[in-house]
């Protein structure tokens, strides 16, 4: 597959157009950014760590029944996907209050919720990515259809069902994350993007340490290693 002109470029990765109209490349870049990019930095080794464990987890999903955008990794930093039209709305899965749930409605930290919640953000940086209901979505024609939105939440629930009791397995508490959904060239909704721990919030189960993008949010260091760990329980390896 031959990786042709720049489509795109984004905070974590860039896109890359293909010889095959359907297909694109995503290369996984280092940068660190958050806060709605007013935090940068950068650290050797995040995009391999990121596409290799969004390569495992979307042929977990596949598996799964769940469609996803993947074809293949192509090396460490690139892999190969469905071209999508992305919708522009960020699916937030949790299981665990934190972040901003916890700050924004005063739930305690670390409290289980009594079941999971499906948030939708606006993906926009310009307004900061806001909270969206669905009127506001169906207003701002971001799907066609209510129905449209009752699959992005079915699926993200689905996607949850899987990854929960995986992650409980290899020791990890998968407390939030963010999914992206497109809609690829039959008009079918598919899972895009990635699923890493720049997107999901893990906490170790035994010692609550935190193995994601909070190590760098908050300061406390050891972003790859943690990474690396994540990875490495992945891959049986720990
Ligand atoms: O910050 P907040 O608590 O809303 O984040 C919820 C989850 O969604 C976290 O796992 C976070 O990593 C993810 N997220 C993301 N991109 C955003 C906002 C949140 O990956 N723009």
Redesign the pocket.
């Known amino acids: 597959m031959e990786k042709r002109e720049l489509l795109y470029e984004g905070k974590a990765k860039r896109l890359f157009l293909t010889d095959d109209e359907n297909l694109v490349i995503s290369e996984f870049k280092d940068d660190l950014t958050a806060f709605n990019g007013e935090k940068k930095s950068s650290e050797a080794g995040k995009g391999a760590l990121n596409n290799k464990i969004s390569t495992e987890l979307f042929k977990l999903l596949e598996a799964n029944g769940i469609p996803t955008h993947f074809v293949e990794m192509m090396d460490d930093n690139h892999m190969l996907h469905k071209k999508v039209d992305v919708i522009l709305i960020?699916v937030?899965v949790?299981n665990i209050a934190?972040?901003?749930?916890s700050r924004n409605l005063g739930i305690e930290d670390g409290k289980v919720l009594p079941f999971t919640l499906v948030e939708f953000?606006y993906k926009n940086d310009d307004l900061g990515?806001p909270k969206l209901n669905d009127q506001h979505c169906l207003i701002l024609e971001l799907v066609e259809h209510q129905d449209e939105l009752d699959k992005l939440r079915r699926m993200a629930r689905e996607v949850n069902d899987v990854l929960k009791p995986y992650f409980a397995k290899i020791g990890l508490n998968l407390?939030?994350?963010?999914l992206e959904f497109g809609k690829d060239s039959s008009g079918n909704i598919i899972l895009v993007d990635e699923i890493s721990p720049?997107?999901?919030?893990f906490w170790d189960i035994e010692s609550g340490e935190k193995m994601?993008?909070d190590r760098f949010r908050q300061g406390l260091g050891g972003l790859t290693v943690a990474y690396e760990q994540v990875l490495n329980r992945i891959l049986g390896k720990n």
């Open positions: 960020e937030i949790r934190t972040g901003s749930l953000d990515d407390v939030d994350f963010k720049d997107n999901c919030r994601d993008k």
